[in-house]
């Protein structure tokens, strides 16, 4: 089994800055991609920001140039920088990792259980 534990969230202001942290643990052979997604209310799952075991990144268009991410291979670690936070921010932030578990040939997506960003003055 494989876990992921999101660490990082909670209030900040409107051009301030907040850093998450997910951890993945557990049965794991080796992680592709991970990332960041976000839920705001009445809205549907949105990708934030992926990085690749490449290193290579996507973010979606309201992101660009305001957040970063990041991973630290050695310790399962994926990070979000978000800088310059705006109130349509707020969102429940989700972590994803694609990883193939120890004995399986199959990679697949798992979930952390979501840390709350609110940006409020």
């Known amino acids: 089994q494989v876990q992921l534990v999101e660490s990082g969230g909670g209030l900040g202001q409107p051009g301030g800055s907040l850093r998450l942290s997910c951890a993945a643990s557990g049965s794991i052979s080796r992680i592709n991609t991970m990332g960041w997604y976000r839920q705001a209310p009445g809205k549907q799952r949105e990708l934030v920001a992926v990085i690749r075991s490449d290193s290579t990144m996507d973010f979606a268009d309201f992101v660009k140039g305001r957040f970063t991410i990041s991973r630290n291979n050695a310790n399962n670690t994926v990070y979000l920088q978000m800088d310059s936070l705006k109130p349509e921010d707020t969102a429940v932030y989700y972590c994803?990792?694609?990883?193939?578990?120890?004995?399986?040939?199959?990679?697949?997506?798992?979930w952390g259980q979501g840390t709350q960003v609110t940006v409020s003055s």
């Open positions: 994803y990792a694609n990883v193939r578990p120890i004995g399986s040939f199959l990679s697949r997506s798992y």
